[in-house]
């Protein structure tokens, strides 16, 4: 198999492919290797899509997280814009 699946960069197109090419392996294999591997097959399958899942909660709670970064810049600044504001004032009166 001349296909590798980078550590370094998350792609997931390529770990289709590796997978799909597992498959066509196994579907070649004698039917006493196939049986066995077959189920070894079927978990694989679960624990990719199980990893998918968490990638994709993942890639959602960076994604909040973002916006709330975001949200709290804007609170900081609109915060520190007053402050420097009622400091003006408060000077100027005095």
Do not use: C, V
């Not at 006493?32 to 993942?58: C, P, Q, V």
Request: net charge negative; no cysteine.
């Amino acid at each position: 198999m001349t296909d590798n699946i980078s550590t370094s960069h998350y792609d997931p197109e390529s770990e289709r492919i590796a997978i799909q090419n597992i498959r066509s392996l196994i579907d070649a294999l004698p039917l006493e290797h196939r049986i066995s591997m077959t189920g070894a097959f079927a978990h694989l399958m679960e624990i990719w899509t199980d990893k998918n899942l968490i990638m994709k909660y993942l890639r959602d709670s960076f994604d909040h997280l973002r916006l709330d970064m975001q949200y709290m810049r804007f609170d900081l600044e609109a915060t520190r814009s007053e402050r420097d504001q009622y400091r003006q004032e408060h000077d100027s009166q005095e």
